[in-house]
Structures are given as C-alpha cells and as structure tokens.
C-alpha cells in the first residue's frame, strides 16, 4: 500500500510540474486573456483572473482527486474482467499496475511544450486547448469540426494505445499467462468502457453547446 501512495504522491507531482511548466513557457494567461477580450470587458476578465488566482490552490486537489477517481474506476472495471474470466488477483496489484501505466500520459504535456515552442510558435489559445499530441485530431484539426467530435478524435490517439498495450502486458504478466491473454481482458473490459465514456461526454457536449 505505501508503494501504491508513493506512486500517487510522485505521479500528482511531476503533474503539477508539467502543468505548471506548460502553463509559463506557453503563456497560457496570456492566451487566455487574448481570447477573453473577444467576449467580455476589460473589468470581466480583471475580475475573472482575481477569481482564478484566489482558486488556484484548489488544483492541487483536483489533480489528485481526478488521478485517484481514474485509476480506481480502470482498476476496477480490469479486476471485474479477471473475475468474469475466473482469474483472482488483488485489487491493489491491479490498481499498482494501472498507476504504472498512468505514468505515459505525463509524455502529453512534454510533447504539448515541445510542439508549441519549437514548431508551431505562432498559436492561440484554441490551439493549445484542443491539441492533442499523435491523435487523429490533429490529422484532421479542430476548426471545420463539430465541437461534439473534438473529445473522442482526442482520444483516438498514440498513448491511450499504448496504455491499453502496457496494461495488457501487465495483466498478462500478474496472471501468469501471456500478452495476449492480458490484452484480451483489457480489450473487452476498459476499453468498451473507454468508449461508454466517450459516448457520454459527446452526447452532454452535444446537449450543451
């Protein structure tokens, strides 16, 4: 269990760093406020960035929150996928696996910076907020798409596959069985659960845009 809490306490963190890293080196208020001016007044948007910055402790929270509510949500749907196809393990060997694999999408933020400084210096705020690195939404880009559509081309992307490969690989490991087998209980447990979620998300942005 300190394992499990240590990897939690160092993922949260270097995501923070990144957060924080991409939000300086991108300019990301600058941005913001860019795109702001277009719709509200000049007093709007000082109000509305006295309020963000009197939040802003809360996103520390929030990141934890979200990374312990995601990987226990995946942890479980994989444990109730081996338990279908009569294999026990524990939940918290499960849950240390998926933490494992939480670790690649750290490389998103990496590759975010790396795109905007170095190969597309000229962006908007629009730019940054709907880009997602080796993802089919790049491919095709955002600005003739449907808003509705934007979510799941961003999640038709490189690391979410590679996610699924390293997670089969460690199922197929904790179980004493093969690759193959692991990415057969991820195939048929997180990912139609991936795509319920995705399902979701566009329908409510389809409802309220």
Known sequence: MNNILKRYLILCLISLILNKISNYILNFDQLLHNSLSEQLTSKQIENFFELQKKWNWINYPI?????????????????????LSNKDLKFSTILNSVLKAEYIFLLVPVFKIIWFYFLQTNYTFEDVQYFYPL???NLIGYKNLETWFIYPFQTLNLFELFYVIYLGFQVGKLTNTNADYGLKIVGLSYVPSLLLWVTTIMFFTLNYS
């Open 135 to 137: 993802s089919a939404l």
């Open 63 to 83: 990141i934890f929150l979200f990374l312990i509510i995601k990987t226990s949500i995946v942890s479980t749907i994989i444990y109730i996928g081996l338990f």
